[in-house]
């Protein structure tokens, strides 16, 4: 690959993170994905999180691996798939941070706040969205708020604070969300990407049943047999009927990994590393 000596490490397999290994794994860098063992993933189906439950996943040509070994995934990434690694903690670095074994981590796991990222972890440490400040516990955040500035690298500072609000879709903006209505383990009677009517039940957690908020297409779904929390988001429905959206990344998500490349790309350039 074109910068195969810069391996990047992203922490999570969200369909934001896949956006993210996307660009870069098109633009040349080997690329290696961290989940959880359990992903509560919604957008299964652009989500390389998908990987730790089906084994492999295809999205837009990019493919994904669940791999078990950190030397199998470095020797996949160079071969320009993407392996798909279960390990909720960083792999060890070595001690010199001019020869750490990834020199770029990413970490998208949109908690919405930051969990352990600190700017120590890699020469260039880039966080996605709320919860990081540049300069501080990384060197650059990805904005992943809509509106003008999504996708800008900022270099000093945070992102905008989240709102707690989904994007508006044809007027539709909490609705679109389906949520878990107890504890319990969820089931679905409909599939991602199947068109549904308002008050059919797409599905259930335990004998509570979930109803669809209005006619639409299933954009995205909690893994069926997830164990699950009551208010947990599990799905999302899109009113616009667009079914091939539903199997193509998001604009949003190519602008968040469009920034993420230009802030590697210009961290390179300013340490003089694209011509070596």
């Known amino acids: 690959m074109l910068f195969d000596k810069y391996p990047v490490l992203i922490r999570g397999g969200g369909d934001l993170a896949t956006g993210v290994a996307f660009k870069l794994n098109k633009s040349g860098f080997p690329v290696i994905v ?32 669940l791999v ?16 798909v690694l279960v390990l909720p903690t960083l792999p060890q670095q070595t ?6 074994l990834f020199p770029v981590i990413v970490d998208a796991r949109m908690a919405k706040r930051n969990i352990d990222t600190t700017i120590e972890q890699a020469p260039l440490v880039i966080g996605l969205g709320p919860g990081f400040n540049a300069g501080l516990d990384c060197h650059a955040v990805i904005e ?41 383990t969820i089931q679905w009677n409909f599939d991602i990407g199947e068109q549904i009517s308002r008050g059919m039940v797409v599905g259930g957690v335990e ?26 988001k599990v799905g999302d429905v899109d009113p616009r009927n667009d079914v091939a959206a539903c199997f193509t990344i998001s604009d949003k998500a190519l ?9 590697i790309l210009s961290w390179m350039n300013s340490n003089g590393m694209i011509n070596e």
């Open 34 to 65: 961290l989940e959880l063992a359990h992903p509560l993933v919604i957008r299964r189906r652009v989500a390389l999180a998908t990987a730790v439950l089906e084994d492999e996943i295809i999205i837009e040509g990019l493919h994904g691996h």
């Open 68 to 83: 078990s070994d950190l030397e199998d995934a470095l020797a996949m990434a160079a071969d320009g798939e993407i392996p």
């Open 95 to 100: 001690e010199n941070e001019s020869q750490s």
């Open 144 to 184: 992943t708020m809509r509106g003008h500035n999504l996708g800008r690298a900022i270099w000093s500072g945070s992102p905008m604070s989240d709102t707690g609000k989904p994007g508006i879709v044809m007027g539709k903006g909490f609705e679109r969300l389906l949520r878990s209505p107890i504890d319990g």
């Open 207 to 232: 004998d509570r049943p979930i109803y669809a908020p209005f006619d639409g297409v299933i954009r995205g779904l909690i893994a069926p047999g997830t164990i699950v929390s009551a208010g947990l």
């Open 255 to 263: 602008a968040v990994g469009g920034g993420v490349l230009e802030a």
